[in-house]
T-cell receptor, first 107, second 115 residues
Framework: GIQVEQSPPDLILQEGANSTLRCNFS?????LQWFHQNPWGQLINLFY???GTKQNGRLSATTVATERYSLLYISSSQTTDSGVYFC?????????FGKGTRLSVIA | GAVVSQHPSWVICKSGTSVKIECRSL??????MFWYRQFPKQSLMLMAT?????????EQGVEKDKFLINHASLTLSTLTVTSAHPEDSSFYIC???????????FGSGTRLTVV
């Protein structure tokens, strides 16, 4: 099956800093989503981005499908950005999740 | 947008009892739903694929007799954890393909604690 690797596994940022999270995947996919899991466990869908670039406020994402990776950019980080960020990919199959990046933003 | 409603949000049950978790698509029809399990500080692992009107497909290592899945309508799938044990304590979350486009939509999850 598809393998998904996320890096870094853990990240600590000072409030206001920028960061880049990476997701590598092992096979062609037609679905890639980035999620933020809040402390209550709820998965917040950030981007549906099987290819190309999207932006939503301070967040943006880029997927280079031919090179099998995706990047999530967080700019001007805030304490509310803390949590776990998951990349999940799929072909004509259910989503397979990476192990996530645990982000802590400190004031 | 597409919404998947999951209930209950949390449940505590005694060892040996059964617990039912419901997952409903509120504004779209979901012929297929997916059930995931997440242990503390781990990723989400697919347990099974729920198909409307037919038997669920279980991932390797998931006991079909323990985790009963019923998908009787186009908007409702249920997961019943039978004869629950403390090791079944976990976060269970469902998802469905967003027929409106934009990938998969997830429910809010159910935190199960078996005591």
């Amino acid at each position: 099956g598809i393998q998904v690797e996320q890096s870094p596994p853990d990240l600590i940022l000072q409030e206001g800093a920028n960061s880049t999270l990476r997701c590598n995947f092992s096979d062609s996919v037609n679905n890639l989503q980035w999620f933020h899991q809040n402390p209550w466990g709820q998965l917040i869908n950030l981007f549906y981005i099987p290819s190309g670039t999207k932006q939503n406020g301070r967040l943006s994402a880029t997927t280079v499908a031919t090179e099998r990776y995706s990047l999530l950019y967080i700019s001007s980080s805030q304490t509310t950005d803390s949590g776990v960020y998951f990349c999940a990919v799929g072909g004509n199959t259910p989503l397979v999740f990476g192990k996530g990046t645990r982000l802590s933003v400190i004031a | 947008g597409a919404v998947v409603s999951q209930h209950p949000s949390w449940v505590i049950c005694k060892s040996g009892t059964s617990v039912k978790i419901e997952c409903r698509s509120l504004d779209f029809q979901a012929t297929t739903m997916f059930w995931y399990r997440q242990f503390p500080k781990q990723s989400l692992m697919l347990m099974a694929t729920s198909n409307e009107g037919s038997k669920a497909t279980y991932e390797q290592g998931v006991e079909k007799d323990k985790f009963l899945i019923n998908h009787a309508s186009l908007t409702l799938s249920t997961l019943t954890v039978t004869s629950a044990h403390p090791e079944d304590s976990s976060f269970y979350i469902c998802s469905a393909t967003n027929s409106l486009g934009g990938g998969y939509t997830f429910g809010s999850g159910t935190r199960l604690t078996v005591v």
